[in-house]
């Protein structure tokens, strides 16, 4: 092959791409690769440039004519971890020299990434099912043996084994939910919808609870039109979930408002606005906690957020709906003043 043709052919490439010569010393890199690894590596003896044992020895195998084959490096620097697959294949003489080693590295830094969330998903699941389903298995047992002939004390446990199923039914609700909103994350939303009416519509089904706690649930209304594109399932369901939140974690006797507002947004969100404030009197939030707060399972208090039936997703869920919506979802708190939860969606 000629140098000039293979020279060509890596720079085309968007990877760090590099060619060892028989002798062991780099003779081309890409642009790619001098970015990584910077210049000085061109005309270097591989070991010295490259130093990770693993790639030095799949390396030091290929050229000694054994077939082509696969390994990881890790690049480190101040910004973080790179993780990179790198191909390490034989190839020809270049012009009349000697055969040499071709080295494609791929980054799969976000593969590696979206692998550990997958992996920490499926561990959360597993665990949050894990206790009530315990729990009933449990009681089945006491139910069958202990207890067998208790009336009162069967009618306590089936109370309970109700209420760890109602919890895991709505756990897989919850993560139902989820991975339909994550599907269609990506599909605009492409009905009209009236934001007024569903905020009314979802604070009509929650008044029930709100009253229950005794807390005052009211609905102050701008004056503007409140038309958007959207999905009004979804939008019942972020309005529902916040609103929902605003009562549990306000706390019984306190006031919960929800206010409408049309308006110009700014910076990325420039033109006009819908912005809904779901306001609670609540304990508030730490600052500390509220970058984590739309994670799936993040809790401040687990103890207290399954004691009041949440699962963890429900932010989550609101995230994705809102991401969908091209909308922003911001967090205000103060520690003993309560919280506001401000959605702001494109008119
Ligand atoms: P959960 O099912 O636990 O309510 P969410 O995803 O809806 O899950 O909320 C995640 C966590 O955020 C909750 O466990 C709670 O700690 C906190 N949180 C949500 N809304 C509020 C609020 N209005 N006031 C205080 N904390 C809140």
Redesign the pocket.
Known sequence: MARNTLTAALNAVPDPMLFIGSDGMIELINPATEALFGGWVRGRSYITALRQPALLGEIDSVLRGNPPSETRYVKSDQTGETQFRVKVSPIGAIDAGQPGVLLHFTDITHLREAEEMRRDFVANVSHELRSPLTAVLGFIETLRGPARDDASASDRFLEIMEQQALRMNRLVGDLLSLSRVESEERVRPSEDVDLSDVISGVLTTLRPQAEEQGSALDLVTEPGTYLIRGDRDQLTQVFT?LTE??L???GRGRPVTVRLETGEGRGSMRGPVVRVEVI?R????DSMHLPR?TERF????SH??RE?G???????IVKHIINRHRGRLRIA?EKGKG?T?TVVLPR
């Open positions: 979930n939140n605003a549990k974690y306000g609670d609540g304990e508030g939030i707060l993040y809790r401040i208090d207290r957020s009041m949440g699962t963890g997703l429900g932010l989550a708190s919280s939860f």
